[in-house]
């Protein structure tokens, strides 16, 4: 039975979430390599121009596009048989969802009924996801969070899941909600939730506009619930981080870790 004096910080487990253009992806980058992207939003060159910037050796950052599940999840599972990666970042699950979901539509639209017909609902010819198809997207997200849970704690590689947030959790009729706070998009509603609650670190990304529009705006990050928005560290972090064009890792992640890990327990009087 392990106790907490044996528990080591060298890698983080986190959910970077915000609305899109908001530099989560280019954040993601900053981390140690070498890295492992699992790209469902298929949009690695937009991090060519921040790399450059930085010095980024792309040779150690390796990656595959995907459309469908089962290829991430061979990938991940390969993962946890053997891995050298120091980061492993998934962007997004808001389109990895999109890929759970088609790949359910596709094989549904491959099978057929005892009576001959096509299996699965079709509005206007074009096949449609089920309420019942949203539980294959559950439980895939589960057996991936499963995975990389295991993959962070058996070689200490940070893992990086990006993810869109939309709208707001709407107060029920009989009573009030504590915090109303937008959501992060998947398929279904329920499993943005718990993917949340197996992060220890979550940060809300955030642009604050200039009244000058001849200058650009301050990218920035929350780290702390803003009523809006949820977020939470374990972490020294301050509340809010205005990193720009800055490395996020070098500049704040890092130092965070070594504080935490070299800091002196407080003494009892």
């Known amino acids: 039975m ?14 970077f979430k915000g609305e899109p253009g908001t530099r989560k992806s280019t954040a993601a980058l900053s981390f140690p390599t070498p890295q492992y992207w699992i790209s469902t939003d298929k949009k690695m060159e937009s991090l060519i121009l921040p790399g450059k910037a930085w010095g980024v050796d792309f040779k150690q950052i390796d990656y595959d596009d995907f459309s469908d599940w089962d290829s991430p999840r061979r990938k991940l599972e390969q993962l946890q ?48 996801n089920t309420i019942e198809d949203y539980k294959a997207e559950a439980s895939a997200f589960s057996e991936m969070i499963a995975i990389q849970k295991d993959i962070y704690a058996r ?38 939730g718990k993917i949340a609650a197996y992060s220890s ?23 702390v619930h803003t009523g809006d928005d949820f977020a939470r560290t374990a972490l020294p972090l301050p509340t809010e981080i205005i990193f720009g064009d800055k490395p996020l890792y070098d500049n704040w992640i890092k130092p965070a870790i070594s504080r935490l890990t070299t800091e002196k327990p407080i003494t009892k009087l």
């Not at 590689?157 to 937008?182: D, S």
């Not at 670190?201 to 780290?223: A, R």
């Open 155 to 192: 070689y200490n590689t940070n893992i990086i899941l990006i993810g869109h947030v939309v709208g707001e959790r709407q107060a029920k009729e009989t009573g009030q909600i504590t915090h109303a706070a937008r959501i992060i998009i998947t398929g279904g509603k329920a499993i943005s």
């Open 201 to 223: 670190e979550i940060y809300h990304f955030n642009i604050k506009g200039s009244i000058d529009v001849s200058k650009p705006p301050e990218y920035g990050l929350f780290t």
């Open 2 to 15: 392990p106790t907490l004096d044996q528990v080591k910080l060298e890698a983080i487990f986190a959910l």
């Open 81 to 128: 048989l053997n891995c050298r990666y120091k980061t492993i970042v998934i962007d997004s699950i808001t389109s990895i969802g999109d890929a759970i979901n088609r790949q359910v539509m596709r094989v549904k639209s491959g099978t057929t009924t005892k009576e001959g017909g096509e299996k699965g609902m079709r509005v206007g010819g074009i096949p449609v």
